[in-house]
């Protein structure tokens, strides 16, 4: 298991929600308009990520080995999650349940 850096903790956690779906979406290997798409399905349309931020979001997580790149397929390419990636978005899944269980118990 990766320890998280300091680095990696600072610019994630908390994480954005395209961060977040973005994550999320490619624990099955997946391309920037199909993210886009999913997303768009998963929260019935309220929220729609914009390309600019979409592309920006991958080439910054693919440097930051959160997401790597898997292949290309008709000119898109594909990504998929890394071990530190599913380490953050459970680090951000358990913030998100204790905020949860928070405003519950108040």
Known sequence: MNTIDAHIKKV???MTETGFYILLCLQTPNHGYGIVQKVKEMT???IVLAPGTMYGSLSKMEKDGLIYFV??????KIYAITELGNEVL???????ERLYRNMKEV
């Open 90 to 96: 459970n680090m951000e899944r358990k913030r998100i």
């Open 12 to 14: 994630y956690v908390p």
């Open 44 to 46: 019935g349309g309220e």
């Open 71 to 76: 292949r290309e397929e008709e000119k898109r």
